[in-house]
Structure formats: structure tokens, C-alpha cells
Nanobody, 121 residues
Framework: QVQLVESGGGLVQAGGSLRLSCAVS????????MGWFRQAPGKEREFLAA????????YYADSVKGRFTISRDNAKNTVYLQMNSLKPEDTAVYYC??????????????WGQGTQVTVSS
């Protein structure tokens, strides 16, 4: 059974930074495309970033490009999301997800439980 467990969320002031982590177990991590998403209250889930397995190719949504950085450590089966210059509108529950195949913003098969990020003004 595949498990994804996020951590690192919390309360931060606007302009601050957070790094989210997602530990993966139960499947071959190195060949999985990993993605980060978020969902704010009353809004649809939003794709943020993805990273491919072996080569680490990255793909970002325009809304976070330049502020967020996705990375992975295949030795630790962990994917990260470094978030800088945070804004109150970044407040949401953040999810990591995994999929097979090519890097993509959609069609993820496995999801974590989410971690809350709150940015105060």
C-alpha cells in the first residue's frame, strides 16, 4: 500500500518561508512523478509543481513560479516544497501526490492527507 505523509506546515507571517516535506513508502519512489497541490476553503484544488523521477525535471504553475521550488531526495524517498515570499493568499491545505508515467499536472493516483499552511498578514 502506497503512503504519502506530508509535514512542515504551520503558521507564518507574510514574506516568510516554509519547507514542506512528503515521505513516500510502499512503491518505487525513484520512478514516480511527484506533485504538490493545495486547496483553499471554498476553492478547487490547485496544481503547484511537479518533479520527475530519475532526471528531476521540474514543472510549475504560473502562480508559484519563482517563489516555490520542488525538489526530491530519492535516497530518502522524500519530496520537498520550498515556499518563499509567502502571501496570505497562499493559505491552504497542501497535498503531495504521486503518479506513474510522464510529468504532468493531472491524473495523480496517490495522495497524502495534507498539511495546513496559514500565512498571516
Amino acid at each position: 500500500q502506497v503512503q504519502l505523509v506530508e509535514s512542515g506546515g504551520g503558521l507564518v507571517q507574510a514574506g516568510g518561508s516554509l519547507r514542506l516535506s512528503c515521505a513516500v513508502s510502499g512503491r518505487t519512489f525513484s520512478d514516480s512523478v511527484m506533485g504538490w497541490f493545495r486547496q483553499a476553503p471554498g476553492k478547487e484544488r490547485e496544481f503547484l509543481a511537479a518533479i520527475s523521477g530519475v532526471f528531476g525535471t521540474q514543472y510549475y504553475a504560473d502562480s508559484v513560479k519563482g517563489r516555490f521550488t520542488i525538489s526530491r531526495d530519492n535516497a530518502k524517498n522524500t519530496v520537498y516544497l520550498q515556499m518563499n515570499s509567502l502571501k496570505p493568499e497562499d493559505t491552504a491545505v497542501y497535498y503531495c501526490a504521486a503518479r506513474r508515467g510522464v510529468i504532468s499536472p493531472t491524473q495523480y493516483e496517490y495522495w497524502g492527507q495534507g498539511t495546513q499552511v496559514t500565512v498571516s498578514s
